[in-house]
């Protein structure tokens, strides 16, 4: 497995070629260079989605991770992107395909491999001192016509890759071109369907070129030459290189812990299959089973999965990221209930990244500490006597100073929110709870942070429930549901929906209520404490509804089971709606 270069990479250069050379036609650059552009660059597209209860919202997430594995695993996503647009060269009537499939072809042996990575650097602006000296030799100037900016993302696409194929070892480069035949062979009854002089042995020239020497004896020199790559029948290997693969982890592990879900079953199949077949795992892969094993509720696998993970980075170069293994750890530990080694955990991480001077990890261990202490007020009691952490008016105060000035807008805007909570928990100032809300607001606004929206709008949702404006509190649930839900994390989306189905079966709509809840996305309840939830809540919904038919029995069968259920595993405003 090559690092950087894959088939499809190969594959995509080529499509570059093709449009430096001037053949994509006018209404088709704008899509081409999409396309090339959404596999080049890390960028964030918007999902648009009506509501978190559409089931839409989990595949579009989860969209990018999709293109990704569809575009190593096939040479589908080229032709149904080329095939509308006609050519801007070459024969009059050619879609853009056959161009494609053209210079695709062209490629017929690993001599021709070598060729074509060696006049990428023609697709490249020179630079200042390559003109000077061309003009000093007495070379007349390059013709004018498309090339591509050396900083440009499409320069620096082909550069990098010139550079990886240059270092890459003649078997990596036997390997990669074998891949290369085998992701290009399924184009094969297209390509002569165009090309009526091509033969079996048109995908390598010097097995064409030798069936008149060798005779008979030139299908056991491909069998010896090639395996089974020509075997159609034969089991096939994901050609993908080693930054596909981590693209695809930190994806992944980006998505899990920005929305709170879990991987689909088909996309963990998926990676798994490619991460068998490459020869070496990327450390991360253990930190995203360990997110996995913590969503679906397991704890001994996800403490074992975090230790591996935090084994490895012990004895490499990411050592002085060990304050966050405790951070990470503590959260783990709290989720599971073990809240005494939770504490002892993020005190620990608070004494290391004090030493280690990482403010952003010690602003994040303290907001952490503060909201456990409004949870678990009698476990943290003796800290804050001991003044280690002082009161939690200092703590906020101090890590609203000290967020301002490390720029982390997000835990400024949460420090910002966290006061005016302890406003509206202490009885103080409606007004002055409205202020903190509003500058809260205005850094998210200002700086689009929109996966905080959720916090904000539970906050305003409180609020107006405490001013008795219902239908106030109504409409701020819709329209986040509407709005905001899909850039929102999953478990903030379901305590909304909630509130929601709580305010209309307050108005008697106990149908439109349990309908709320039911149609929420399948896969964002496959996470443990989110399923747990949801169960809890439909469970008192229903208990709500019977009571209101008159049901005393049914009523008094789920409130039995409800009643079971230990007081900490119960969420804060599931009691207080209860």
């Known amino acids: 497995m090559a690092r950087y270069l894959s088939p499809a990479k190969t594959c995509l250069l080529a499509l ?33 989605v009506a509501s978190f209860s559409n089931p839409r919202s989990s ?61 990428l650097r023609l697709l490249l602006a020179k630079t200042k001192d390559e003109l000077s000296l061309l003009a000093a030799s007495g070379w ?16 620096t696409f082909v550069r990098r890759s010139q550079l990886e194929f240059g270092r890459l070892r003649f078997s990596d480069v036997g390997e990669l071109w074998k891949d290369f035949v085998k992701y290009r062979q399924p184009t094969a009854s297209a390509w ?42 034969a089991a096939r290997r994901l050609p993908a290189s080693t930054d596909d693969l981590e693209i695809l982890l930190e994806f992944q592990i980006d998505q899990m812990q920005r929305f709170g879900v879990r991987v689909p079953v088909k996309m963990r199949n998926e990676y798994s299959s490619l991460l068998k077949e490459s020869y070496a795992v990327p450390s991360t892969s253990h930190y995203l089973r360990c997110l996995d094993a913590w969503r679906s509720g397991d704890y001994p696998t996800s403490y074992d999965y975090l230790h591996q993970y935090f084994d490895y980075t012990m004895h490499s170069s990411h050592r002085p990221f060990y304050q966050y293994a405790l951070l990470t750890l503590a959260v783990l530990q709290a989720e599971f209930g073990c809240y005494k080694e939770a504490v002892d955990a993020m005190l620990e991480t608070v004494s290391t990244a004090r030493e280690n001077r990482d403010m952003t990890c010690l602003n994040y261990a303290l907001n952490w500490l503060f909201h456990f202490g409004q949870a678990h007020p009698h476990l943290v009691k003796e800290l804050e006597s001991n003044s280690m952490l002082g009161s ?58 929109k996966y905080m929206v959720a916090s904000q ?42 509130r929601l189905a709580s305010l209309q079966a307050g108005r008697g709509q106990y149908d439109e209520a349990m309908s709320l809840l039911e149609n929420i996305d399948a896969n964002a309840l496959r996470t443990w404490k989110m399923n747990q939830y949801w169960r809890r809540y439909r469970g008192l919904l229903k208990v709500l509804r019977n009571l209101h038919r008159n049901d005393l029995d049914g009523a008094d069968y789920l409130l039995s089971q409800l009643l079971q259920t230990q007081p900490d595993d119960l969420e804060a405003d599931l009691v207080s709606r209860g």
């Open 16 to 48: 570059v070629e093709l449009y430096v050379e001037d053949a994509v036609p006018h209404d088709g650059a704008l899509p081409v260079l999409c396309f090339i552009t959404s596999h080049l660059i890390d960028v964030d597209v918007d999902v648009d």
């Open 59 to 119: 595949r579009d997430r989860w969209q990018k991770a999709r293109d990704i594995v569809g575009l190593i695993a096939s040479i589908n996503d080229f032709e149904q992107l080329l095939s509308p647009y006609s050519a801007a060269t070459g024969l009059p009537g050619r879609r853009l395909w056959d161009v494609f499939l053209h210079k695709i072809w062209s490629i017929d042996s690993l001599h021709a491999l070598h060729q074509f990575f060696d006049r």
């Open 192 to 233: 002569r369907r165009r090309n009526p002089a091509a033969g079996p042995l048109s995908f390598d020239s010097v097995l064409l070129a030798g069936e008149h020497e060798w005779g008979a004896a030139t299908a056991d020199i491909a069998a010896v030459a090639y395996g089974d790559v020509l075997d159609e029948n």
């Open 457 to 498: 709008t539970a906050l305003s949702i409180a609020l107006w429930d405490r001013l008795g404006s219902a239908s106030t509190t109504l409409m701020a649930c819709r329209i986040f549901l509407m709005c905001h839900a899909p850039h929102s994390r999953v478990d903030d989306s379901l305590n909304i929906t909630a």
């Open 140 to 155: 007349p100037p390059p013709t004018e016509g498309t090339r591509l900016s050396r900083n440009s993302p499409f320069g």
């Open 392 to 449: 939690g008016k200092e703590t906020l105060a101090f890590l609203r100073v000290k967020a301002k000035e490390a720029g982390m807008f997000s835990l400024w805007s949460a420090a910002l929110l966290s006061e005016a909570k302890l406003c509206l928990a202490n009885g103080d100032s409606i007004a002055t709870a409205v202020e903190y809300m509003v500058r809260s607001s205005q850094v998210l606004v200002e700086r689009n942070i």
